[in-house]
């Protein structure tokens, strides 16, 4: 399974709040709101959902290629996705534009509150599957992007045949809900947190049932408590793999998405795939940035029989 990932490249800027959020917000001022949160640490890193998505593959011994557009500041950017094996011939340069950027403040709670710019993100409708009709993917990842550039996917790949994930997560509070509809209708699956997947139905009208009817499968992930798989009329609680330590919480949903797909593709069973992305989500919280987590195959298994059993399955995730 050939895998193109579309969505964000971004530069995420990651701050650290000394406190709780909630101790500042006065719920009888929401409509004067005024906050300004002094945070103890920045620093920035390489992020957006196409490419976050798209290393966390890499790890695992996927090739994916990724489809999105960036800035003049991506060159370096570039260079080091290429030496991790991320195909990145798909990318388009927007001359005088900077790449997208991601600023986010966590609090001890891992509560964020946060703020994106487009930047050249902005000009992702310019990119088309209809250019590859000679080499087309066996799925593409339509993860939080542009929305016009989102409902082109879609219907690229309606036209084309061509499965796709659907993904949209930040950007629902951004899109029609005809075209969120239409997103779903047309998707072998979809992937979403809780509280994303609650605002889905909300925008949407439509319940579980009716979500689950068009889908082949849907992924739902619960923070700590986890994530449900929704696959060929059954239900799959995935639970977390304890991590080593806690250090920052951005990233993980699309690191959970990179161990999925990666197990997807091996033909691994629903569960093994789930408990895969559990363990590459895992490995992202215990570092600070999206693209920091560091492992061999082989350790990776080694930690996943740690956890889970897996009667050899993953015999086939050393040998590719």
Known sequence: MSIICTGSIAYDYLMSFPGYFRDHIMPDKLDSISLSFLVDTMVRQRG??????????????????????????FPEYRDWLESNHIDTSLVKIIPGIYTASFFVNTDLSNAQIATFYAGAMAYACELSLLDLREDLPELVVISANDPG??????????????????????????????????????????FLNEYEFGLLQKHTGMTTEEILSHLEYMVITLAEEGAMIYAEGETY?????????????????????????????????????????????????????TQNQVYTISEYVQRYRKTFSDDHALEVLLRN
């Open 149 to 190: 550039a989102m409902n082109c996917l879609v219907s690229e790949c309606v036209e084309l045949g061509v499965p796709y994930l659907y993904d949209p997560s930040q950007q629902i509070v951004r899109m029609d809900a005809g075209d969120l509809r239409r997103g779903v209708e047309g998707a072998q699956s979809l």
């Open 48 to 73: 957006g959902t196409a490419t976050n998505i798209a290393y966390n593959l890499s790890l695992l011994g996927e090739r994916p290629r990724v489809m999105a557009t960036a800035g003049e500041d």
């Open 237 to 289: 609680r995935i639970p977390v793999v304890k991590p080593e330590q806690m250090v920052e919480p951005t990233g993980v949903g699309d690191a959970f998405r990179g161990g999925f797909l990666r197990g997807q593709k091996l033909g691994l069973d629903w569960q093994t795939c789930g408990q895969m992305g559990a363990l590459s989500a895992t490995y992202c919280l215990e570092q600070r940035g």
